[in-house]
T-cell receptor, first 115, second 115 residues
């Protein structure tokens, strides 16, 4: 069974500083990978996805993520965070084998932005 | 506007009540999903529907009863719930099922409190 680990429950970053959120997955083949963001009182919004090809993917709001097969990781990065980036971030895996329909999510990382 | 609308946004119910959650998607998708989001736990997939047919039930207790009258609407009927069922219930939709690459679009959720 696939699984996703987000090792950091909370991360605090100063506004304007760079950000990296970690995500490790467990899956037998090349997975489909997603990052979602959830603002307070809102649903999940897709930031970016990786299916195949270039391992560095660009998303919305200036985010990017890099797929590293050797490390089973899909870390999310942003060069300069804004106060509006404060939210909960979820990494998720989709079944590339077509066996399951839903996504498997990590527990999330709560991002706090310091002024 | 995510294209997926959930009502009500907040619901408080007693353990003997019967209530229903509603989800409507305006994206022309064929697959719809119910997820449960509890504090400190990953999002849990509950049910999947494709073209109104239930395709997945992740061992959800029978006190949760889904209904999908058409591809645009999804309900979750609740009865004799327990306090541990208090959570944020998220609805999502995607173009199709069967492959983990289908991007899921989420509603804002219904915050349920069971007293």
């Amino acid at each position: 069974a696939q699984s996703v680990t987000q090792p950091d429950i909370h991360i605090t970053v100063s506004e304007g500083a760079s950000l990296e959120l970690r995500c490790n997955y467990s899956y037998g083949a090349t997975p489909y990978l997603f990052w979602y963001v959830q603002s307070p009182g809102q649903g999940l919004q897709l930031l970016l996805k990786y299916f195949s090809g270039d391992t560095l993917v660009q998303g919305i709001k200036g985010f990017e993520a890099e797929f590293k097969r050797s490390q089973s990781s899909f870390n999310l990065r942003k060069p300069s965070v804004h106060w509006s980036d404060a939210a909960e971030y979820f990494c998720a895996v989709g079944d590339s084998g077509g066996g399951a329909d839903g996504l498997t999510f990590g527990k999330g990382t709560h991002l706090i932005i310091q002024p | 506007e995510t294209g997926v609308t959930q009502t009500p946004r907040h619901l408080v119910m007693g353990m003997t009540n019967k209530k229903s959650l509603k989800c409507e998607q305006h994206l022309g998708h064929n697959a719809m999903y119910w997820y449960k989001q509890s504090a400190k736990k990953p999002l849990e997939l509950m049910f999947v529907y494709n073209f109104k047919e239930q395709t997945e039930n992740n061992s959800v207790p029978s006190r949760f009863s889904p209904e999908c009258p058409n591809s645009s609407h999804l309900f979750l009927h609740l009865h004799t719930l327990q306090p541990e069922d208090s959570a944020l219930y998220l609805c999502a939709s995607s173009q199709d099922r069967g492959q983990g690459s289908n991007i899921q679009y989420f509603g804002a959720g219904t915050r349920l409190s069971v007293l």
